[in-house]
Structures are given as C-alpha cells and as structure tokens.
C-alpha cells in the first residue's frame, strides 16, 4: 500500500496533466457530455498554451490534407496513396464541428479570434514535381472531401494565386493546386476559449503552476499524481497530454505499454516578416516539397498568418537538433528518457536514421543567408532586411519497435493506453492539434465511459458532431450540409 505524506489537492474522476489544446480539449468534450464528472487540468507554466500549442510555436495550419505533400506519397507501382489526406481531412471535419457546436451554445466561444479562411496551396517546380502534383490532383479531386481541389500549370494562373512568386527573374516552370477553403487557426486562442468556458462550471479546476512530478498507481485502481510542493492529486483516470514531455511523465507511471518506447525532439525556427506591404501581397498558404532525407513535418511553407488580429507571415519550418522535450524544459530531458528498455530501438534508430542526423546538423549550419535563399523559391524577391528569425516548438518524435520493420523513428501521433485502460498519454505531434477532437473522443470512447452510460453518451456526442460514427466521404449530401452550416457559424465561408 502506498502511503503518503503529502497534502492531498483534490480527488477527481479525470486528471489531465497538460493546458495545451489536447487537455482542454478532452476537459471541453467529457463537461459537455457528463457536467457531474470532476476534472482538474494541472499546468506547469503560469498560463496554459505556451509550449506548442501557442500561436507562434506552431504553424496554425488546418491540416486538412489539402496542400501537405506528405500525405499523399506516390507508391512504388505510380499511384497516388491519398488514404493519410481523406483520414486527416474527415478528422478536421470533427473539429469544425464541435467549435461550431460550441460557438452556437456558449457566447464565450469566438471564433473570429480563431479561424480564419485562408486558401491551402500546394507549389512545385521541375517536370517531376509537377507531374507528381498533376496525378495527386486528379486522385484527390474525384473524392467528395477534395471536390473543389483547382489545378493549374499557367503561370499568370499561380502569379494570381501567389503574387510573391511573381518576379522578374524567374525562368522556373511551377505548377499548383488550390483549396479556397483552407484555415489558419491559432490553437492557443482555442485553449484558453475552452477554458474561459470550462471554468464556469463547477467540478472543474485549472491549477497552473502546478507540476507534476510523480504517477503511481494506488492499489485501488486509481492513480496518485504528486505535485510540487508536496501536493498531491488521487484520480480515477489519468490523462498525460504534457506536450513532448509525456514520454518522461508515461516512464514514471512504470504502465506496461510504456516498454520500448523512447522520444527524440527536433526544434524549430521560422523566418518571420511583419512589413505590411509585403503582407499584403499574400493571402494562402503555400507548402512546398520537403527536401530529400528531411523529416516530412519540415516541409517548407510559406503561410499567412493572423495571431490577435495582427497578419503576419511566417517561412519554414527550419528545423535543428535539441536535447529538450519542451521549450520551458530541460538539456537533461533526452538522456534522462534512456532507459535500459528503450536503448537499443535508440541506437538502432540512430543508426538507421543517419540521413535525418545529417539533414538536422545542416540545417544547424544555416546562415540566415542561406534561409533567405531557401525563402527566395517561394518569393524570389524577398529582401533580407524584411525577415527575422523566432523560435517555433518542439516536437518530440516517437521511436518504437514495431512487428514490422523492428525499431522505427514515428512521425505521427499516437495515444498509448494503460491495460485497465485507467490511463493514457499522447506521444507524438503530428498532425496534432488540427485533430485534437477526434484525438480525444477517441480517449473518451475507450477509457472514461462507463458501459451502463455508453448509449447516452454517444447520443451527446453525435449531437455535437453530426458525422460521428459516419462516414463523410461515403455521405456527400450529409457532407455538403455539414461544409456549408459550420462554414457559415464559423465565418469562414467564401
Ligand atoms: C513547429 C511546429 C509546427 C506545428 N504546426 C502545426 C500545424 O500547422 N497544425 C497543427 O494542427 N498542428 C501543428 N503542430 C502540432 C501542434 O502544435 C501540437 O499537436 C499541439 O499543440 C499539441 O498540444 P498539446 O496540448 O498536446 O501540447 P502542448 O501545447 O505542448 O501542451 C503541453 C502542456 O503540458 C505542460 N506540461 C508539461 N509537463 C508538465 C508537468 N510535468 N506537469 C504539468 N504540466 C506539464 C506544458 O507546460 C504545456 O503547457 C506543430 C507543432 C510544432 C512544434
């Protein structure tokens, strides 16, 4: 039996350890489908969303898998794989829906601080490339998600779609595809509206300053969170949702499922300009190819942004190695994340990913000379005096031994479950916050309803989310309808 000294805070039903987007996110959905249910939220900072949630540490694109290249690999037998795009896609339609949801319930909800229309656009230049781009187009546009997908190969078409790539000098064949309805989003602005609205009901606390440093399980089932301060927090259900720090935080819970699993961060930094005359001149974002033996997240875009009203456009990501999971976090945080059961799918991944060391040890090397250089194949004109350099977030890779292909470097997100299923935690960041409602759902369907409540559960949720245990692509009328009425609540029709 566990005994203990400390001062006990709270006893609750769900702890979510993290005031990112994804904790709030889980707090927002289980008070609307169960007011009684006790939720604390415990954040180590002094304000929720700084780490990558915040507006500048992330790129505020809603992936919805219109421009991102990445998730539409060509296979070995010529073929579009489009499945990650109709996956990512379905998966923003559930957030869309729920921040409509929540916008016509709760005046407190604004998403015209959130969302903004702004059209996604995928550029490439070189024969290759754009017959790449020529065959995606024509995998995707057939699909009822990607309908209104536009192509072209003029460039008086692109110049009009992108008027910074217009220039004097430019003798490049480029092609482009277009969505009018991409978003940018500022997911910090979404966590503290979920919270602003979390904390007028009651059985909810958000405790900031408070970090946990300690998970164990009490041998009544539920678990015991020991705080600075020698505070303490007893819960049934655990949720780390801790950004890149989840990994140490999920070691010290000692759960099973944890075996094996090991983390390695990749910072990054944007060009940032702020001039308003070059503002002006963009209204998309613009990715790019990623370079070869570059990790897929570091696709360079060139993307409009609109952070507390203010436009600005930001260029990456340039990505580099750290040794901290968090920006507030520690150059301790990697090697304290050895352990005798992850060291091998370590060395192992190292060795097998010696392209992704190199790439990351160049990018290191950048001069902004050679950043500018790098912006100047999306804006040839692009003046160096106009561009600084900000720091973004960390994302901290999953590495694992899988069935498969034995130990692997993951760039996507997972959420690794407790046997009893009384705990869980989200590793990984990619793509992240643009599914942070499906992500959750997900959390809430297998781990906090009850069986005795599970139908009036699921009804709560399919009236905040329509499409809910649907298939949208298979539902174009059903689809239609959802586009057209969350466009209108969310003001981001066209
Ligand atoms: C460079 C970059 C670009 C990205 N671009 C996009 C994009 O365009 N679109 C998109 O959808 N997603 C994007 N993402 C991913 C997205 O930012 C993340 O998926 C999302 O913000 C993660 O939210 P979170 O709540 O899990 O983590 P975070 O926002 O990092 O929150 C974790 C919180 O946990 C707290 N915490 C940590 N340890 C403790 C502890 N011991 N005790 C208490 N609190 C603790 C931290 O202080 C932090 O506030 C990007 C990420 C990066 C890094």
Request: charged share 25%.
């Amino acid at each position: 039996m566990l005994k203990s000294k400390n001062i006990l805070l709270s006893e609750t039903d769900v702890l979510i350890i993290g005031g990112g987007i994804m904790g709030a996110t889980l707090a927002s959905i289980l008070k609307e489908v169960d007011s009684n249910l006790r939720v604390d939220i415990v954040e180590a900072l002094s304000k929720p969303a700084l780490e990558s949630s915040h507006p500048l540490n992330n790129a505020g694109t809603g992936h919805a898998g219109y421009c991102e290249l990445n998730y539409t690999p060509l296979l070995p037998n010529n073929r579009i794989d489009i499945q990650k795009a109709i996956k990512i896609n379905a998966g923003f339609e559930i957030s869309l829906q729920y921040w409509s949801y929540l916008t016509k319930k709760y005046p407190l909800f604004s998403p015209a601080k959130f969302i903004k229309r702004v059209p996604h656009i995928s550029l490439v230049n070189g024969d290759k490339n754009i017959a790449y781009l020529k065959k995606r187009y024509f995998a995707l546009k057939n699909n009822p998600l990607f309908k209104t997908i536009e192509f072209s190969s003029n460039f008086k078409t692109i110049g009009k779609w992108i008027p910074l790539l217009k220039s004097k000098k430019s003798v490049k064949k480029y092609a482009a595809t277009k969505v009018e309805s991409g978003t940018d989003v500022d997911f910090g602005e979404i966590t503290f509206q979920l919270l602003s609205i979390l904390k007028t009901k009651k059985n909810f606390h958000l405790r900031t300053e408070h970090k946990v440093l300690d998970i164990n399980e009490h041998e009544d089932g539920s678990w015991l969170a020991k705080l600075t301060d020698d505070k303490e927090i007893k819960s049934k259900f655990v949720f780390i949702a801790s950004g890149g720090n989840s990994l140490k935080l999920l070691q010290k819970t000692k759960v099973y499922e944890q075996i094996g699993y090991a983390g390695f961060p990749i910072s990054g930094q944007w060009l940032v300009c702020k001039d308003p005359l070059v503002v002006a001149m963009h209204s998309a974002k613009v990715y790019g190819k990623a370079d070869i033996g570059s990790p897929p997240m570091s696709m360079p875009h060139l993307d409009l942004r609109i952070i507390n009203g203010e436009k600005i456009l930001m260029f990456g990501p340039f990505a580099s190695f750290t040794s901290k999971f968090l920006i507030s976090g520690s150059f301790f945080d990697l090697i304290s994340s050895v352990k005798f059961h992850n060291l091998k799918t370590l060395c192992i991944v190292f060795l097998k990913e010696w392209p992704l060391l190199i790439y990351l040890i160049k990018q290191n090397l950048k001069t902004h000379k050679n950043r500018m250089s790098d912006l100047r194949q999306f804006y040839p004109d692009a003046k160096s005096k106009d561009w600084h350099l900000e720091d973004a977030g960390i994302r901290v890779q999953i590495m694992k031994k899988t069935k498969k292909d034995g130990p692997k470097l993951e760039f996507g997100t997972e959420i690794i479950y407790s046997k009893q299923n009384n705990l869980a935690a989200l590793l990984g960041a990619s793509p992240g916050a643009s599914i942070s409602v499906q992500s959750m759902i997900h959390v809430v369907e297998k781990c906090i309803i009850k069986k005795e409540r599970l139908s009036s559960w699921k009804s709560k949720i399919k009236k905040m989310i329509p499409s809910y245990d649907l298939d949208l692509e298979k539902n174009p009328k059903l689809l239609k309808k959802i586009r057209s009425t969350n466009q209108k609540i969310l003001g981001i029709n066209y």
